[in-house]
């Protein structure tokens, strides 16, 4: 599985939603919190960028020398219909300041120090430390998933179905009448995890690795090839 170092810098640096939260700063709506861009550097510092008029960027350019703690906060939303969208949450905190001359005229460049940060995920609950997350690399199908998901969703939702069969005794257990609909809700290096909706107030999970680690579409492809095949048999 992938570590809580890796979810956590794969979420930063995806397309999901996140808000900088700076304490002592009164907004009546939080828009102009949200960074139009996310990177990491190389040494494990958060990179945001903003335009040069933001609340935000104001309060770094005026801290100065002073420490101006701020927090990131990630939400990760299914990009396909499903119960119990929410999918992940992320907090990434440290010390932030501005970083002249590396965004466009206009806009300025705020580095987010790494103090500490927490992920609830899929996979649980866990804290990252700092070496961890500067160490880890985002999932390579990041820039990806939400469109192979979608695209699994709707154009292969009975091959996708047919993993049920398996989950060995679970599939006895909760379909003896009828198969679930099943829908691709995260994919990663190591797998798919699909979850099964029996009705409105009644889904699981299921988790189904790939026979090694993919490092791309092309590898993905014949990883979901060999499921598909072991599906069908």
Known sequence: MPSAAERTRTLVQSTCSA??????????RAEPLIPDSRSVGPEGDVFLEFPADSPAVRAATHAQGDELTAVLE??????????????????????????PGLAEPGRMMLRLEFGEAYVDDLWGEQDVEPDDFRDAAPDPLVTHEAELLQHLHAAHAEQVGTLSTLLGDRATDVCPAHRPSAVPVALDRFGLRVRFVE???????????????????????????????????
């Not at 808000?19 to 009546?28: H, N, S």
């Not at 990630?74 to 970083?99: E, F, K, Y």
């Not at 889904?203 to 499921?227: G, I, K, S, Y």
């Open 74 to 99: 990630i939400t990760d939303v299914a990009p396909v219909s499903v119960p119990h969208r929410i999918r992940a949450r992320a907090r990434v905190s440290g010390w932030l300041t501005a970083v």
């Open 199 to 233: 009705d409105r107030d009644s889904c699981f999970d299921a988790r189904f690795e790939f026979p090694e680690p993919v490092r791309d579409v092309t590898e993905l492809r014949r990883a979901m090839h060999t499921l598909f095949e072991a599906a069908a048999h």
């Open 19 to 28: 808000m900088l939260v700076v304490p002592g700063l009164d907004l009546a």
